[in-house]
């Protein structure tokens, strides 16, 4: 019986009335462990009749390998399968390791699934139940969330219990779990007393626990003395503890068939059996736990909870924890399940042992293949252990230490360098190893560390391989643009000079290469050498020519390239795809890029709250590798909707986190970004003078053009339009070059301020013309506040209201408070009025 819980009992009901009348639900239940969440996921599963109910647990142990979670949740469904469309049950087929083929779409493994539930509920409304959520392996996490932000007319109630809120459930629907009410709490306990007990003792237990069930009812039973729970490790620890008490009284052969249960996280009861019968347990070991309350094996292998499972698990030896994993080993199929044997084979293991080590990798490879890099990783790490040569241990070692490099695991990314450093000397793999100093050094720092590591390192590939040295000399180049101006070796000159200087590459040239040498000749000869080559680039990674490895190392590079080349479209298309493909490829290296870049995609089309969506999910990855990079989507947004206070304190920050790491690249956009608050709050004279800092720095530093943009309009407003000449001259050179709407647009618009009479309307009219091509709605917007300015001046009040009230509209929709104010003030002086739009009417 559940004790109160009268809310959340509530939500569930709702949410399976819900998929009974055929529409869909999604709720995400968060709390602490032992707080009720498997009991509200009980509750829902009693409570759902008329239902089909499918059910899966997040297991700890499991979290490396890809796809998992999600395989038990559809197993039951597969023959379904057949009624997927081609595509979609070719990608699920290859996730779930049920045909061969090459890494799956994450996208068409989504739809499969999205698919696969749709199907089965239109036989029977459909309940999903998934537990312990924060375990899930991450390729399941984000294929659930894809399918539950998807879920439409189908009739299927999607369940989340997760500890903590992962960055993919961010925005669904959730509900905090929280202790039960004092005088719930106090009746629950009297429960479990069975005695008279000290009020004051009472109190104690109550308060200590925050009212947590499962520490109700587990910790008195377990632990001796009651009043001496202050001494006790934190809440899970001592509800384990309890646990771990309670296992002692029972028989030898019951903890060994717990212990086997605990170390197979698949629940399928056959499997358990006959990893018990090669231990020589018969069937009645069961009863004891059964009795007990900790483990039923029916349909599926079922633990109380899972600190249970835990508990069994870490009480045990190492000695009984390999005899578990062998006896499972023996018992599961390679041809099924070559992987998971695999798993039990090398946890199995004593000592060194090639042949499971050879295993290992091959499921490395499998587990990539899949889209699985933080599987792939867990298995080259292990096979590695288990490596005797060293030359082979140190090869896949460094192998290992790529991947977890690759899934944002710093720290052990550099102990498996240690190890493959420490066997025999070879130039090719020390120069690999430094190579991945350098990118750890870029993706902790973005600072002026990075680029002299993967100089030196591009230098040390130059006679052993051509490509590998052109592939490390973009990486270098590409740290180098983010040190920037506070680069203390290794500056974007010096790099792109030696690369422009190493061996040509063998063929045609890939997207990278082309990459390397457009970007190169930007910063050694301008706009006019290197835009042609870029635009070649960014036409390469908007095609179908580039590698999936490639699109992972430098896809980002891409999207700044598209900036560079001020071609909005590509930027979208590119920033929309880096995200996509870091998600699916759980490179959580990528994604603080790829959310920034996103974000700004979002911010220049004037989309305020999927930016900030952006902005809050890089935050979340940021904080959860330990990478570190200036909050360039924050910023940028700050700066855009106004907020002068927000900003101010994001813009100090920044620049002290930029300076201490030596980012140089964040001073410019921050110069920039000021510039645009300060223009957005008619602060002319403090715009021009941080404009002009920002404006100065490389062109392959993207912000240093965009600065000129502000510069021109702080010059003109600030009544020294002399200082914008040479920005106005800069910005059409660049124009020239590149010739998009953006920066043919942008040019008009700076133009028109140091122009006169029809020469300044045509070009206002130009920029307006180009802007309303593209989707930058608010730089289209400040061509019609700048020419409606204008035509205050020349007298035209009417015209100069349409253009006023057309940009105040834009401004105001959109959230850009500062310059929406600037256009309702000119508003108001040529006897317009704003016509303020209601919350429900604002697109963002």
């Known amino acids: 019986m559940l004790l109160d819980r009268l809310p959340e009992r509530a939500a569930l009901s709702g949410l399976l009335d819900v998929a009974r009348a055929g529409r869909s639900g999604v709720l995400v239940m968060r709390g602490e ?5 498997t009991a509200l996921l009980e509750y829902a599963i009693e409570s759902a009749a008329g239902l089909r109910v499918a059910r899966v647990a997040g297991v700890e142990s499991e979290m490396e390998l ?34 061969t083929g090459a890494a799956p779409d994450r996208f068409l493994v989504g739809l499969a699934v999205l698919s696969l539930l749709s199907e089965v509920a239109e036989q029977q409304p459909l309940l999903c139940v998934i537990d312990d959520a924060q375990w899930l392996d991450r390729a399941s996490a984000l294929v659930l969330a894809f399918v539950a932000r998807r879920l439409l007319a189908e009739p299927v109630a999607l369940v989340f219990a997760t500890r903590e809120l992962g960055e993919e459930f961010r925005g669904l629907p959730e509900l905090l779990v929280g202790g039960l009410r004092e005088g719930d709490a106090r009746e629950l306990l009297s429960s479990v007393i069975g005695g008279p007990l000290d009020e004051r003792v009472r109190d104690r237990i109550v308060a200590e626990t925050w009212g947590n069930p499962l520490a109700l ?57 006959r990893a018990a019968e090669r231990l020589g347990i018969g069937i009645g070991a069961v009863a004891p736990a059964a009795d007990a309350g900790l483990l039923m094996i029916g349909e599926r292998v079922m633990f109380r909870h899972p600190l249970v499972r835990s508990a069994v698990y870490r009480a045990a030896s190492p000695a009984e924890r390999r005899a578990a994993h062998q006896a499972l080993a023996g018992a599961t199929d390679p041809q099924a399940d070559p992987d998971r044997r695999a798993w039990h084979r090398a946890q199995a293991a004593l000592g060194p042992d090639e042949d499971v080590a050879s295993e290992l990798e091959c499921s490395a490879g499998r587990a990539e293949a899949r889209g699985g890099l933080a599987a792939a990783a867990a298995f080259l790490e292990r096979s590695a252990a288990l490596t005797l040569d060293p030359v082979r241990r140190a090869e896949r070692a460094l192998a290992a230490a790529q991947a977890k490099y690759q899934a944002g695991a710093f720290d052990a990314t550099l102990g498996l360098l240690a190890t493959a450093e420490a066997g025999p000397p070879d130039q090719l793999r020390r120069a690999r190893a430094d190579l991945l100093r350098g990118q750890i050094a870029f993706s902790c720092s973005r600072g002026s560390d990075a680029p002299p590591l993967l100089l030196k390192a591009a230098r040390q590939f130059e006679p052993l391989d051509s490509r590998l040295a052109r592939e490390t000399y973009l990486d270098a180049l590409a740290a180098a643009t983010f040190a920037g101006r506070l680069a203390l070796g290794g500056g974007m000159r010096e790099v792109a000079e030696a690369a422009r200087m190493a061996t040509p590459p063998p063929g045609p040239a890939r997207g990278p290469d082309l990459l390397l040498d457009g970007i190169s000749l930007v910063i050694c000869e301008g706009y006019p050498a290197g835009a042609p080559v870029l635009r070649q680039a960014v036409s390469a990674f908007r095609g179908t020519d580039v590698s999936r490895e490639e699109e992972l190392r430098w896809l980002w590079l891409a999207c700044r390239a598209a900036l560079i080349m001020w071609d909005y479209d590509s930027f979208e298309v590119l920033s929309g795809r880096q995200v996509t493909l870091a998600r699916d490829a759980g490179a959580l290296i990528m994604l603080p890029i790829a959310f920034n870049m996103r974000s700004t995609a979002h911010t220049y089309a004037g989309e305020f709250t999927p930016a900030a969506a ?30 002068e206070a927000q900003a101010a304190h994001l813009l100090q920050t920044a620049t002290d986190d930029a300076e201490r790491r030596g980012e140089g690249r964040a001073l410019s956009f921050i110069g920039w970004a000021e510039a645009v608050l300060r223009n957005s709050l008619g602060r002319y004279e403090e715009a021009l003078a941080v404009a002009q800092r920002a404006s100065e720095d490389s062109p392959a530093v993207h912000f240093a053009d965009w600065a000129l943009v502000e510069l021109v309009e702080a010059a003109v407003r600030s009544g020294v339009p002399e200082r914008a000449a040479g920005a106005v001259q800069r910005l059409s050179g660049i124009a020239r070059a590149c010739g998009t709407d953006w920066v043919l647009g942008a040019e008009a618009r700076s133009r028109a301020l140091v ?30 506040l700048l020419y409606g300015q ?16 057309r940009a105040y509209e834009i401004f105001d929709s959109v959230g850009a408070a500062a310059f929406a104010e600037r256009a309702r003030i000119e508003l108001r002086a040529t006897g317009g009025h704003a016509r303020q739009q209601t919350t429900e009417t604002r697109i963002s």
Not at 219 to 233: C, I, Y
Not at 624 to 638: D, F, K, M
Not at 790 to 805: C, K, P, S, T, Y
Request: hydrophobic fraction near 45%; proline fraction near 8%; glycine fraction near 12%.
């Open 755 to 784: 122009s006169d009479g029809a020469a300044a309307e045509n070009l206002y009219r130009e920029a307006i013309d180009r802007f309303g091509r593209t989707r930058l709605r608010v730089d289209l917007a400040r061509a019609h």
């Open 33 to 37: 462990p032992g707080i009720g969440k």
């Open 66 to 99: 890809a796809f998992a979670a999600l395989q038990q949740l559809c197993a039951p469904m597969l023959d379904k399968l057949g009624g997927l469309p081609d595509p979609q049950r070719a990608a699920l087929g290859v996730a779930f390791g049920l045909i």
């Open 217 to 273: 009812l587990e910790l008195p039973r377990g632990v001796p003395g009651v009043p001496g729970l202050s001494e006790l490790p934190g809440l899970p620890g001592r509800i384990e503890d309890s646990f771990r008490g309670r296992l002692e009284v029972l028989p030898a052969a019951t903890r060994r068939l717990m212990l086997v249960a605990a170390a197979e996280p698949v629940g399928e009861p056959a499997l358990v059996w």
């Open 614 to 643: 952006m902005v809050a999910q890089a935050e979340s990855v940021t904080e959860a590798t330990g990478s570190s990079i200036a909050p360039y989507g924050a910023v940028a947004l700050a700066a855009f909707r106004g907020r």
């Open 790 to 805: 204008w035509l205050r001046r020349e007298r035209r009040r009417r015209d100069a209201r349409d253009q006023l009230g």
